[in-house]
Antibody, heavy 123, light 106 residues
Framework: EVQLVESGGGLVQPGRSLRLSCNAS????????MRWFRQAPGKGLEWVAF??????????EYAASVQGRFTISRDDSKSIAYLDMNSLKTEDTAVYFC??????????????WGQGTLVTVSS | DIQLTQSPSSLSAFVGDRVTITCRAS??????LNWYQHKPGKAPRLLIY???TLESGVPSRFSGSGSETEFTLTISGLQAEDFATYYC????????FGGGTKVDVK
């Protein structure tokens, strides 16, 4: 089955770290760029981080709100994308979604999503 | 950042109704506009990409139109399984989403 499954969420204190994992199955993971998004309670969807596939050097980009604190990476041999979150703040509390990005004749879309994992930052 | 404004933010409808949701961009995004359906606790689902192309496996009652700054998602003949929140998203620059439109039963 083609799917993405996130894990690693939970309750963490401000200033601490957490690693999220996104396990992919049913498709050639290494051929796709991956993104993380988040949705804070009662808020909209916000892009967090992006990693290209290895053909494009697995280069990364980040939203300004997480730049310098979060790191996205990938292990193509295990079909897993990671999001390492450091120096967590209460405003990082959200459901975090992993997505696959598809390029169809130059049009980018997020054609596969996980169900999300909840991260709660609180003392 | 490119801002996307959806309207309405919520609507109530009967099964069988025709439903129209609008998404306006703060600047032109050409046809780099996608629509998603999201149900609580589930993974969001891509419905429409490139403004008007139906994603494989999505029922034909869903359609998208528009270009530049104004876009529309139409559900022709709302079904029970269509009650959900719908989001537009632009891929012209780093991705941003509209605020969502919650469709519930009247």
């Amino acid at each position: 089955e083609v799917q993405l499954v996130e894990s690693g969420g939970g309750l963490v204190q401000p200033g601490r770290s957490l690693r999220l994992s996104c396990n992919a199955s049913g498709f050639p993971f290494g051929d796709y760029a991956m993104r993380w998004f988040r949705q804070a309670p009662g808020k909209g969807l916000e892009w967090v981080a992006f990693i290209r596939d290895k053909l494009y050097g697995a280069t990364t980009e980040y939203a300004a709100s997480v730049q310098g604190r979060f790191t996205i990476s990938r292990d193509d041999s295990k079909s897993i994308a990671y999001l390492d979150m450091n120096s967590l703040k209460t405003e990082d509390t959200a459901v975090y979604f992993c997505t696959r990005e598809r390029n169809t004749f130059g049009y980018l879309s997020l054609d596969l999503w996980g169900q999300g994992t909840l991260v709660t930052v609180s003392s | 950042d490119i801002q996307l404004t959806q309207s309405p933010s919520s609507l109530s409808a009967f099964v069988g109704d025709r439903v129209t949701i609008t998404c306006r961009a703060s600047q032109s995004v050409a046809s780099y506009l996608n629509w998603y359906q999201h149900k609580p606790g589930k993974a969001p689902r891509l419905l429409i990409y490139a403004a008007s192309t139906l994603e494989s496996g999505v029922p034909s009652r869903f359609s998208g139109s528009g270009s530049e700054t104004e876009f529309t998602l139409t559900i022709s003949g709302l079904q029970a399984e269509d009650f959900a929140t719908y989001y537009c998203q632009q891929s012209y620059s780093f991705p941003t989403f509209g605020g969502g439109t919650k469709v519930d039963v009247k």
